[in-house]
């Protein structure tokens, strides 16, 4: 007896460094694919955070379906297992309403764990976690470095959520988290027919569209969504509290900084955190990607809507 082959969704996939231009690629493609823009940016999950974290408007939200846009609150971390998770859902719901789904985002670890999947980890003994999670940062690495040297070396000193990972893992299971990532579960990648597109524009356009999208969040609308989320009073080793600007805008609220110190320092931030992107996305995804070096809002924006639609079948 003859089976057909089970039918695979298509997935349109836009990734590449903040301030690239993916969110108007995506929503162009949308408008013209029938398609649901689906969230892969960790800032912008967050309710708290919508100027800061340069989500699309609620105009462009109006010109096309947008899912996993400020859909979690602060108070909670995001994992990229929790994305993923909701991603699955929010890209079975589009496909099914004859709509071609459509990611967009920067946020590396939450594609690789949607598409590849992610280690089967056991549950952390919860004392374990809370005697991690209570260490300082520089403290934590240090002990990391003991007991999971290679994990240690490889991840900075200052990257309070990983190295506390690490650390909890190794002392709950025993074993290094890097052994558990050797088998992964979960991932999407075999079951969707993917169409991706990764932008890296010339740096110095994209540094310049940072430093401009940095002053847009110190507006006076930003500044008043810092103020909201700081009197919350959160853990400040959550994602939300530790979201580029945040810390910068919150230091000149209280006077710390002055308005051009701030906005010096966050464009800093905003290019450094666009640097280490560009250097992930350039290495990272698989070779036969399409890698689009033109800038897509300029003169390339036609040339990368083409490309996506001929890849998506569109």
């Given at each position: 007896?003859?089976?057909?082959?089970?039918?695979?969704?298509?997935?349109?996939?836009?990734?590449?460094?903040?301030?690239?231009?993916k969110?108007?690629l995506?929503l162009?493609?949308?408008e013209?694919?029938?398609?649901?823009?689906?969230?892969?940016?960790?800032?912008?999950?967050?309710?708290?955070?919508?100027?800061?974290?340069?989500?699309?408007?609620?105009?462009?939200?109006?010109?096309?379906?947008?899912?996993?846009?400020?859909?979690?609150?602060?108070?909670?971390?995001?994992?990229?297992?929790?994305?993923?998770?909701?991603?699955?859902?929010?890209?079975?719901?589009?496909?099914?309403?004859?709509?071609?789904?459509?990611?967009?985002g920067?946020?590396?670890?939450?594609?690789?764990?949607?598409?590849?999947?992610?280690?089967?980890?056991?549950?952390?003994?919860?004392?374990?976690?809370?005697?991690?999670?209570?260490?300082?940062?520089?403290?934590?690495?240090?002990?990391?470095a003991r007991?999971?040297?290679?994990?240690?070396?490889?991840?900075?000193?200052?990257?309070?959520?990983?190295?506390?990972?690490?650390?909890?893992?190794?002392?709950?299971?025993g074993?290094?988290?890097?052994?558990?990532?050797?088998?992964?579960?979960?991932?999407?990648?075999?079951?969707?027919?993917?169409?991706?597109l990764?932008?890296?524009?010339?740096?110095?356009w994209?540094?310049?569209?940072?430093?401009?999208?940095?002053?847009?969040?110190?507006?006076?609308?930003?500044?008043?969504?810092?103020?909201?989320?700081?009197?919350?009073?959160?853990?400040?080793?959550l994602?939300?509290m530790?979201?580029?600007?945040?810390?910068?805008?919150?230091?000149?609220?209280?006077?710390?900084?002055?308005?051009?110190?701030?906005?010096?320092?966050?464009?800093?931030?905003?290019?450094?955190?666009?640097?280490?992107?560009?250097?992930?996305?350039?290495?990272?995804?698989?070779?036969?990607?399409p890698?689009?070096?033109?800038?897509?809002?300029?003169?390339?924006?036609?040339?990368?809507?083409?490309?996506?639609?001929?890849?998506?079948?569109?």
């Open positions: 007896m003859n089976m057909d082959p089970p039918r695979r969704p298509k997935l349109a996939l836009i990734a590449g460094p903040t301030a690239s231009g969110s108007a995506a162009a493609l949308a013209r694919a029938n398609g649901t823009v689906i969230n892969a940016d960790s800032a912008q999950v967050y309710r708290d955070l919508s100027i800061v974290s340069a989500r699309p408007s609620l105009a462009d939200e109006e010109r096309a379906p947008h899912r996993l846009y400020g859909y979690r609150d602060g108070a909670e971390a995001c994992s990229a297992a929790d994305w993923a998770a909701d991603a699955k859902v929010a890209i079975a719901k589009a496909d099914a309403e004859g709509r071609l789904p459509i990611l967009v920067g946020t590396g670890l939450y594609l690789r764990t949607l598409l590849d999947g992610i280690a089967p980890v056991p549950a952390i003994d919860q004392a374990i976690r809370a005697d991690v999670r209570a260490l300082p940062v520089d403290e934590a690495h240090r002990r990391l007991e999971d040297p290679e994990a240690a070396a490889r991840l900075r000193p200052t990257d309070t959520t990983r190295v506390a990972r690490a650390l909890e893992v190794v002392r709950s299971t074993k290094p988290l890097t052994e558990w990532q050797k088998v992964k579960s979960g991932g999407i990648k075999d079951s969707v027919t993917l169409a991706p990764i932008l890296l524009p010339q740096r110095e994209l540094y310049d569209r940072c430093d401009e999208r940095f002053s847009q969040m110190m507006s006076e609308a930003g500044l008043r969504e810092v103020e909201r989320l700081l009197a919350r009073k959160l853990n400040p080793d994602p939300v530790r979201a580029i600007g945040v810390r910068e805008m919150a230091a000149f609220l209280s006077g710390a900084l002055s308005r051009e110190e701030a906005l010096m320092v966050g464009r800093t931030a905003t290019r450094q955190y666009a640097k280490r992107q560009y250097t992930w996305f350039s290495r990272q995804p698989p070779l036969d990607w890698r689009f070096k033109e800038s897509p809002i300029c003169d390339g924006f036609e040339h990368a809507l083409a490309l996506l639609r001929t890849e998506a079948g569109a």
